[in-house]
């Protein structure tokens, strides 16, 4: 058993695994089920600070966002892509695949975008129906002002999509504040529940855009509207999956009774980056720092495989690297949720200090002191 520090899936508390072991009902007749069910989604929207509904749907983190750009977009829709990282060029792909027509906003992959060179933009482009934007693009672990752009967005009447899937529960999210319009997490990153649900909280305005669309959706399991009413109706569109429903209901409430939640996440991340300059290592951003995750370019000389090697043999402790154009060039460590505790970190930055040395690396400082001299 590694001691997993990506980001995400993360580990799992006990009481979540022990949740999802309950005994269980037919989740489609049971009237007790639909309560459950009812009001986990209300724990979530109250947890993001917002009156929309929320749904829960039975899928990881890319079917929340590929069933809201399969409901919001009709053949023809000019959609704003905020890309700034892996995901946020994704996002296009789904647009183009539901006969949209993707606008790309790109920006450079080593820092936020700039929500002031943004607002300028959109003086002279704002005819979108919808626009989408990554809250926490993890493969590069940059954070982007989703507060402030999507208010932006909602000035042109522009509806916004924000994929905060690794973001929320450790970067603190306030969806009626910013005005955002859908908003996608999933149950394997900060949430710490294992892999298997996504759930879109949903606004008033993004549900009359896709309740007056006049073709129909192309897909039934990515259709949000099939959801409607399903509380009055005592109806889903499909069997929920029951179990890791329970589990969530469980690592819900772990979130709601964790005071120290916002401010864990940021201090061992501020730490955890401190520590990568002081050992001679470097962050790979410049700016746009998530709290979930640290992500470091692999220092000259060395192979990210060695490193995430030498940690996972010698120490049983799983890092990640990256993919896309980022792969073999940056190690990944992920500190959300139930891997963003104070002991794991310690134990993974002396696992890693020992690995560097192994590999032959000269650090300037360890990571393990640093950090603890930096986590105030
Ligand atoms: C993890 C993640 C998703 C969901 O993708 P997976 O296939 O579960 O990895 C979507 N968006 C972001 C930003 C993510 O980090």
Not at 153 to 176: A, Q
Not at 363 to 369: C, G, I, Y
Request: charged content about 20%; some cysteine; hydrophobic content about 40%.
């Amino acid at each position: 058993m590694y001691k997993i520090m990506t980001p995400g899936p993360v580990q799992v508390p006990e009481n979540v695994r022990l949740a999802r072991s309950r005994s269980t009902t037919n989740a489609d007749l049971d009237p007790v089920f639909y309560d459950e069910y009812k009001e986990l989604c209300e724990l979530i929207s109250e947890l993001l600070h917002t009156k929309n509904e929320t749904l829960i749907l039975s899928g990881e983190g890319i079917l929340g966002l590929e069933a809201a750009c399969a409901t919001l977009t009709e053949p023809g829709d000019r959609v704003l892509v905020l890309d700034n990282g892996i995901y946020g060029a994704g996002f296009a792909d789904f647009v183009t695949m539901y006969g949209g027509e993707p606008v790309l906003y790109t920006t450079d992959y080593l820092n936020e975008i700039d929500v002031d060179a943004f607002a300028e933009f959109l003086k002279d482009n704002h005819d979108f129906k919808y626009a989408a934007v990554v809250h926490c693009d993890t493969p590069s672990g940059v954070l982007n002002d989703v507060h402030r752009i999507c208010p932006l967005l909602k000035s042109y009447g522009i509806l916004s999509v924000v994929d905060s899937v690794s973001g929320m529960f450790g970067n603190e999210l306030d969806i009626d504040q910013g005005q955002m319009d859908i908003v996608c997490g999933g149950s394997q990153k900060a949430v710490s529940a294992p892999p298997g649900l996504t759930f879109v909280t949903i606004s008033d305005d993004a549900k009359k855009a896709m309740e007056n669309r006049k073709v129909p959706v192309a897909s039934f399991y990515c259709n949000l509207n099939i959801f409607k009413d399903y509380y009055e109706k005592q109806w889903f569109p499909y069997t929920m999956p029951i179990s890791d429903i329970y589990g969530l209901v469980a690592a819900m409430e772990n979130i709601k009774n964790d005071a120290d939640l916002y401010t864990r996440h940021h201090k061992i991340a501020v730490a955890t980056r401190k520590a990568i300059e002081e050992a001679g290592l470097t962050n790979h951003l410049q700016s746009g720092f998530s709290d979930t995750v640290t992500v470091f370019n692999v220092p000259e000389g060395l192979t990210a495989n060695d490193i995430l090697n030498r940690m996972q043999e010698a120490h049983g402790i799983m890092l990640a690297g990256s993919f896309g154009d980022l792969e073999g060039k940056v190690i990944r460590i992920g500190h959300m949720g139930a891997s963003a505790n104070e002991a794991d970190m310690i134990a993974t930055l002396a696992a890693l200090d020992e690995t560097l040395a192994y590999l032959g690396w000269e650090a300037k400082a360890t990571l393990v002191e640093s950090f603890q001299k930096n986590f105030v």
